[in-house]
């Protein structure tokens, strides 16, 4: 099943599971969108078009791990892949139980595609402890997205 999504002067098709909702951030500047499927816990898929740096290959947070030419998705995009380490805070549950600082890692695999008004950004950003399975979907989704300029 593939969903479609209207970014400015793009047509972006995502090859999506069955029951995966897409939905869109409010507040956001004239044009601009951000649509995001979680697809689990510490894990989603979006599909965005903007103006800032965190639609840039410039704006990737963390090491990056591959940096590539995704000429598919048009002339100048890349797919970044890049890894940054979080923690989660010391907390107490209810009993009185103590959850110790947990440190870990989230991978992001991006493809960002530079546009006349608007960057596209599409891609997933999951834990590296995340099922296997539920990466390599994330990751099918991405190597299977279509970019078409309404001009082309």
């Known amino acids: 099943m593939s969903q479609t999504f209207?970014?400015?002067e793009a047509i972006v098709t995502v090859p999506a599971p069955e029951g995966a909702e897409f939905n869109d951030l409010d507040g956001l500047r004239e044009g601009e969108r951000h649509l995001t499927w979680t697809a689990g816990?510490?894990?989603f898929f979006m599909v965005s078009a903007g103006t800032g740096p965190g639609y840039t290959p410039e704006g990737v947070n963390g090491d990056v791990d591959s940096?590539?030419?995704?000429?598919l998705a048009g002339p100048d995009a890349r797919r970044i892949a890049s890894r940054e380490a979080k923690s989660e805070p010391q907390r107490i549950e209810a009993g009185g139980r103590r959850v110790l600082e947990r440190r870990f890692e989230l991978l992001s695999d991006v493809i960002f595609v530079p546009g006349e008004h608007l960057n596209l950004r599409i891609g997933y950003r999951v834990r590296e402890d995340a099922p296997e399975a539920l990466r390599a979907l994330l990751a099918?989704?991405?190597d299977g997205v279509g970019v078409r300029?309404?001009?082309a």
């Open 6 to 8: 209207e970014l400015d």
């Open 67 to 71: 940096d590539a030419p995704a000429p």
């Open 149 to 151: 300029r309404r001009d």
């Open 41 to 43: 816990p510490d894990a």
């Open 140 to 142: 099918r989704m991405l």
